[in-house]
């Protein structure tokens, strides 16, 4: 199982930057896991978005910074099956707000389904099970396997216990930080700091802790001193264009 990040940032991308979109590639098969602003330019650089060479997509939920590229991924995937075999775009999601919900039909280009707390399916012979994690829209964190690997990637969410078990002995977690502890500010229940992403990754005894969904001005730095103090493995800041084999 391959990991590619294609964009990393939130709430907007930084110039030449992309939202938090993430490429997976397993079996020859290619599955891409959010779909923020910019995601879709990314992605070109590794396959023609409208070659019809998704297989997938997984949404962690429905907040405009992770599906925004979607609405125009639909396009390309329009493109993809005209006059051609190619099979609607499957993608995963969960079915709330359904305001947001109701805007990614389009046409019969893609083909919905919901995910829950209960969801576990296997996509290009990877694994999927979700968890429902502390966030103002519902989202959901992703445990996927493939050939005894295994990657977490948390989404959006405030501190939750049972997060350590979710993630426990994932070969790599994946997981949105924010904030500082100090300028976690008035999020504290929709979003971890720093500092709690390496309280996570310690816990739950990953290998190692990459953070992602990093704001779109500034240096990095901070947040990784933060969670290098907490968690003893190795620790890392996404960029786009980090290619990682699990
Ligand atoms: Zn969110």
Known sequence: MKLTVLGCHSPYPPVDGAGPGYLLTHAGANLLLDCGSGVVSKLGQYLDPKGGKLAAVVLSHLHADHFSDLLVLR??????????????????CPDVPETERAVIPFRDVLSLHTIDERSHFSLAGMTFAFYRTKHIYPC????????????????????????VEFAALADVLLVEACFTEQNKGENPAQHMSARECGALAEQAIVGKLILTHLPPVGDCAELLAEARAAFSGETSVAFSGLCLEL
Do not use: K
């Open 75 to 92: 396009y390309a995937h329009m493109l993809a099956m005209q006059g051609t075999q190619v099979p609607p775009l499957a993608v995963y």
């Open 140 to 163: 959901y964190a992703v445990r996927i396997e493939a050939e005894g690997r295994s990657l977490v990637y948390t989404g959006d969410t405030a501190w939750d216990d049972n997060l």
